[in-house]
């Protein structure tokens, strides 16, 4: 089974790198070890009966909306919630941002939405502090083998799928073909010694040998560039929304099956982390997901989600309430994890100090090992 069409999303602006090459498109919600994911911490909502005893105006609530599974949905369906989702997202950037980081039809000088705006992307949106957004943008991010193995192996996978061979051949041949490698990963690279190299190149091999396992060597499986992440940024506005998509499958009448792969093992509190790819995809493409399969190499197991309006709607209140944060990040609640103690707010969050005086938080537990379903 192969895809019918390019994939591709919508990405009107993708100039916005730093003078480094590191910006967050180069990288990935586990290319930086957090706790995983996590809703923002919320304050409970003031009582309006616990003001002596008085009575409570009732307030008509509007419905719920239905839920809707996509998977089973014709195209046009499907295209029908890209758009509703896509109108939704630019109602929710009007009520927290009102006229902040609009574009200037006249200003000629090119804005940079990763200068000049927001980037709102998986990572922001699964890490557990939105305290976070208040520190430096680069979150003591540094690349190191742990870190570029996952780039590496999807580029070397992409060539295994394109020239078949060894995972070691197309190792490296992603290592000797660097042309499209962001340029803060191919300057690391660059000032690695032999054994760095070697490190480099055995770590991306097992990772490649452990995303066969998980998913196969079908040719329904289209491994997607890892630079750049799927992105939209919104119409007249310098704020955008990106999730890495590692592989596709299916075509225009079954509709597109995402995966997305990490180190770490899938757990249940996956569900927003697929919600939020899931959304990108959707406003992007303009066309909604059926299903979303997160995966872990280094683990050999996959969770698979079905996507449905109510997985889109719980992406949607978490990008609402982290766009809030990223335009005021000095009103970001701080909540502690495992986290803190690579924060550089630590010193002056005492909810921080308190839980590194506290010890480590528990790690989820894995998930059921995957069949290797190579359709996801």
């Known amino acids: 089974m192969t895809t019918e069409e390019?994939?591709?999303?919508?990405?009107?602006?993708?100039?916005?790198?730093?003078?480094?090459?590191?910006?967050?498109?180069?990288?990935?919600?586990?290319?930086?070890?957090e706790d995983g994911p996590h809703g923002g911490a919320g304050e409970e909502p003031d009582d309006p009966s616990a003001d002596g005893g008085g009575t409570t105006a009732e307030v008509a609530l509007p419905a719920p909306r239905p839920v809707v599974v996509v998977d089973g949905l014709?195209?046009?369906?499907?295209?029908?919630?890209?758009?509703?989702?896509?109108?939704?997202l630019l109602d929710v950037a009007q009520q927290v941002l009102g006229d902040r980081f609009l574009v200037d039809p006249g200003d000629r000088s090119r804005p940079d939405v990763y200068r000049d705006g927001l980037v709102l992307d998986a990572f922001d949106v699964t890490a557990r502090c939105p305290r976070r957004f208040a520190g430096p943008s680069d979150d003591a991010y540094r690349d190191s083998v742990r870190n570029g193995r996952r780039r590496v192996a999807l580029v070397a996978l992409r060539h295994l799928s394109a020239h078949g061979g060894t995972p070691a051949e197309a190792v490296r041949a992603a290592m000797a073909d660097r042309s499209e490698w962001p340029v803060g990963l191919a300057r690391w690279f660059e000032e690695l010694d032999r054994g760095g190299r070697v490190a480099l190149a055995a770590a991306a091999t097992t990772w490649v040998v452990g995303a066969l396992r998980l998913v196969g060597h079908g040719p329904g499986t289209q491994w997607r560039p890892p630079f750049p992440k799927p992105s939209w940024t919104l119409p007249g506005r310098l704020v955008r929304v990106s999730a890495a998509v590692d592989a596709t499958a299916g075509n225009a009448g079954s509709g597109d099956r995402l995966l997305v792969l990490a180190d770490r093992a899938p757990a249940a509190e996956d569900r927003l982390r697929a919600g939020f790819v899931s959304l990108v995809w959707t406003v992007g493409k303009g066309e909604a997901p059926v299903r979303v399969a997160l995966g872990s190499p280094a683990t050999g197991t996959m969770q698979r989600l079905t996507v449905d309006t109510a997985l889109l709607d719980l992406a949607l209140d978490r990008t609402e309430e982290l766009l809030g944060y990223l335009a005021e990040p000095q009103g970001a609640p701080?909540?502690?994890?495992?986290?803190?103690?690579?924060?550089?707010?630590?010193?002056?969050?005492?909810?921080?100090?308190?839980?590194?005086?506290?010890?480590?938080?528990?790690?989820?537990?894995p998930s059921a090992p995957s069949t290797g379903d190579p359709t996801m």
């Open 6 to 33: 390019d994939p591709a999303l919508d990405d009107p602006v993708l100039d916005g790198a730093d003078p480094d090459g590191r910006h967050p498109d180069d990288r990935h919600p586990d290319d930086r070890d």
């Open 74 to 88: 014709d195209r046009d369906a499907r295209r029908e919630i890209g758009a509703d989702y896509r109108s939704r």
């Open 334 to 365: 701080a909540v502690p994890g495992r986290s803190c103690a690579l924060c550089d707010l630590l010193e002056d969050c005492p909810a921080g100090l308190r839980q590194l005086s506290a010890g480590p938080s528990p790690a989820a537990g």
